[in-house]
């Protein structure tokens, strides 16, 4: 039965998923995680509540003074896949840990993910093969859209893979307790602190793209792209209210 389970959990697609789930037991919450909404910021800010102790460690620090708190986590013994998630909850373990999540709009994440990960300067993928579907360093924002556009999020990056597979469980119904929003994250990320009982955490203030500055997301957008991100992320838009 052990090696039936070990099998499946390297094929099934939420197992395939990153740890993208951080408990606190001490603290009794879950932080369900979508990339490029404001993780680092996030993970950064509760840091202090998982005992971490980063002082003299230069190389998990980053130049602007920040944590580097994704290798930080992934380290630890806090971070669980989706599979491990919705076992938990299964079998009662996390019985009233506070869940929270935070989204983003969908066109505004994805611009995020091609400037931070794509666009020349960016910091690159870990994988640009998707088949019939080729990413490549430096390709154009269009180009980009389209080919996000056929990729599953079964195959996806977790940077552009639709936000629900994180935050909902079966039949689409949201598993936190708490969805708060990238376009409000001081207040949400306020209310959080407040529920999990440490009302003293703040969140670190990091720099925007050097190449998207203060322009808003619609500037990088035509029709043809913004009607095919609403194509691909429809559920995101759907189930958290977002729209162009």
């Known amino acids: 039965m052990v090696t039936i389970l070990k099998q499946i959990e390297k094929v099934d697609f939420f197992s395939k998923m990153a740890r993208h789930y951080i408990v606190s037991h001490e603290h009794k919450f879950v932080y ?3 990339p490029k909404v404001a993780c680092s910021s996030i993970k950064t800010a509760l840091l ?3 005992d971490q ?11 602007d003074g920040i944590p580097e708190v994704h290798w930080l986590f992934k380290a630890s013994s806090h971070p669980i896949n989706k599979k491990q ?20 709009n969908p066109w505004d994440r ?21 088949g019939v579907v080729q990413l490549r360093y430096g390709m154009p924002f269009a180009e980009f859209v389209e080919a996000v556009h056929q990729i599953p999020d079964e195959e996806a990056n977790p940077h ?47 720099l925007p793209s050097p190449s998207r500055g203060a322009r808003p997301y619609r500037d990088f957008y035509d029709d043809e792209t913004a009607e095919r991100v609403g194509e691909r992320f429809r559920k995101d838009a759907e189930i958290f209210e977002y729209s162009f």
Do not use: T, W
């Open 53 to 63: 102790d980063v002082s003299g460690e230069e190389e998990l620090m980053r130049e």
């Open 85 to 104: 998630f919705l076992r938990g909850i299964q079998k009662g373990h996390f019985e009233g840990y506070f869940k929270f999540a935070f989204v983003r």
């Open 110 to 130: 994805l611009l995020s993910c091609y400037l931070q990960k794509i666009a020349p300067g960016g910091q690159g993928l870990n994988r640009y093969d998707y």
């Open 160 to 206: 552009f893979r639709s936000q629900h597979v994180a935050v909902c469980g079966p039949d689409d119904v949201v598993m936190a307790d708490f969805v708060g929003r990238f376009e409000r994250l001081e207040e949400d990320f306020i209310h959080v602190a407040r529920i999990i009982g440490a009302p003293h955490l703040k969140l670190p203030h990091l």
């Open 32 to 34: 369900l995680i979508v």
């Open 48 to 50: 202090p509540l998982f």
